[in-house]
């Protein structure tokens, strides 16, 4: 093999590349992969409907995330301060009451949360003490304005005290656009609806009452929630306050909207609405679920209305395996 008179190549000095280890070879592929992400990409072709939800549920996930991780640690100071508020709900007195009020308007987040859970604790083990009213105004306003967790422990709270005052505004509640605070605010209405103080007898000024029936028709709405928890708290909602209700017509309606929904759930969520039906009538839930399954369009979705029958015919039976 003959050699050329000359390189085809001139090589400067500093052109070529000390070696380097696998290690270090490794470490900068992955530096220039890096920087090849900062570069404009070419236009990405157009996803399904079903993978923008999946992204979206991704992106959902990553900012909740975020908001955990970038919450403060927990001072000693707070933690003292929170234990206060732990001893001041088991004193279960008046000035205790008094003390937790005061700290609903804390400066510190945590001190608010705590002092609202300890008003709701209070309550679920003597809501007659009139004491515990003064609270009501503090917790429909951070209900409202409050941050997430502020949110969800008011309305909680609310349910537990047993004024109807709070009714208005759990309902408002169903329009936020967290969907734990939604969640929450069903519950809290189904309980609040079903198990609250008299009004008069109590000396309660409910400038807005709420029927249960016009309950029941705001949560008939949240069927069409976009979030499958939403919808599952409706439906297990709809079978505490309906039965009290006496409303056949309004009955039939949720019945066939709640089975006429099922079709967008998977076995787990289909089994729980299952149980939840069992408060309804069952042969006019289960000649709802067989209208549904004679058009049902695949084996799949004949599996979920199938398992919700069990549910119903069978509620103390084992549970098997979820529709695949």
């Known amino acids: 093999m003959t050699l050329p008179d000359s390189p085809t190549q001139i090589v400067e000095v500093g052109d070529v590349s000390p070696a380097m280890s696998t290690l270090d070879a490794i470490a900068m592929e992955n530096v220039e992969s890096m920087l090849d992400q900062g570069k404009p990409q070419q236009a990405m072709t157009e996803i399904d409907e079903a993978t923008q939800e999946y992204l979206d549920v991704v992106e959902a996930n990553k900012a909740e995330m975020k908001r955990i991780r970038s919450s403060k640690r927990i001072t000693p100071n707070q933690d003292v301060r929170r234990l206060g508020t732990r001893v001041l709900a088991a004193a279960n007195d008046d000035?205790?009451?008094e003390a937790l009020i005061l700290a609903l308007n804390d400066q510190d987040d945590l001190i608010r949360r705590e002092a609202a859970e300890a008003i709701g604790?209070?309550?679920?083990?003597?809501?007659d003490n009139p004491k515990l009213m003064d609270a009501v105004g503090t917790l429909i306003t951070q209900l409202a304005v409050g941050d997430l967790e502020q949110k969800i422990v008011s309305a909680r709270s609310l349910s537990f005290l047993g004024n109807r005052s709070a009714l208005a505004p759990l309902m408002e509640a169903l329009n936020d656009k967290q969907a734990n605070v939604r969640i929450e605010a069903i519950h809290s209405l189904a309980r609040l609806s079903c198990d609250s103080l008299?009004?008069?007898q109590s000396g309660h000024m409910v400038v807005r009452d709420m029927p249960l029936s016009s309950v029941a028709r705001k949560l008939l709405e949240c069927l069409d929630d976009d979030n499958i928890g939403v919808r599952v708290a409706a439906t297990r909602g709809l079978s505490k306050v309906l039965p009290i209700t006496g409303d056949e017509t309004l009955t039939q309606r949720a019945v066939e909207r709640i089975v006429a929904s099922v079709s967008e759930f998977t076995g787990e969520e289909?089994?729980?609405i299952g149980q939840a039906l069992r408060a309804f009538d069952k042969s006019l839930s289960n000649q709802a679920l067989l209208?549904?399954?004679k058009t049902a369009e695949n084996s799949v979705k004949r599996s979920v209305f199938i398992e919700m029958i069990e549910e119903i015919l069978n509620p103390?039976?084992?549970?098997p395996e979820q529709a695949a």
């Open 95 to 97: 000035k205790a009451i």
């Open 198 to 200: 008299d009004p008069t």
């Open 316 to 319: 103390d039976q084992v549970q």
């Open 291 to 293: 209208t549904q399954l």
């Open 121 to 127: 604790e209070i309550a679920q083990r003597n809501r």
């Open 270 to 272: 289909a089994r729980l």
